[in-house]
């Protein structure tokens, strides 16, 4: 399979290792700067572009990719309100686009303990819930989209929350997410449920980029022949 990358920070570098282990070819890559690339032959002959960036030009990535008519798979987060546009996108004219908050393997399963976990929880209204997330200071958004994604499987199941808030809750109703930025740490994610008599605590702990380039990878080679928009219950429902 001949790959693009958009994007060719420490993520792009792990996903080009990993994708040449398992035996494709990287055609191009597209670092800040360097739009005139989406318009080459090398960019144009590729079979699908991965794209890690930055929320500011993920959306114009994914149109200049789709013009050139490759697939996309992408796991930049922090531009989600423009999500129905790129699924409107795939609807009415056949695109190709892979979306994951997180393509971890972990992770995933993390999301699905999560769920379960919060679906249990909801009897038992003496538990009060929050999360803390913790991520390398490059990362722009927060909280992270691997943290919203979690919080949103805990609304869906857990009645006495309504929304979601990043630091400060101000109402017994609010999902408190605590954002942290440290270091260069992969990425921590910890749920909490808390009462007067002790607490539960779920922690996914990245050690390394390793895992979320290799799920990016399988997706890529999971676009294959398929049409619409896609994610990673439809991969892991295929493994």
Known sequence: MKIALIGYG???HEIERIARERGHEIVCAIEMGEEEKFRSP???NADVAIEFTTPQSALQNYKQAFAAGLPVVSGTTGWLEQLNEIKEECAKNGKTFFYASNFSLGVNIFFALNRY???VMNRFPGYDVRMEETHHIHKLDAPSGTAITLAEGILEQVERKEKWVVNQAA?????????????EVPGIHTVIYESDSDS???THDAKNRRGFA?????AAEFTQGKKGFLGMKD???AL
């Open 10 to 12: 420490k993520m792009g």
């Open 42 to 44: 090398a960019f144009r």
């Open 117 to 119: 976990l919060a679906k």
């Open 171 to 183: 109402s017994s109703h609010d999902l408190q997410i605590q954002a942290f930025r440290e270091g």
């Open 200 to 202: 539960i605590r779920i």
């Open 214 to 218: 290799l799920g990016a990878v399988l």
């Open 235 to 237: 991969l892991l429902g």
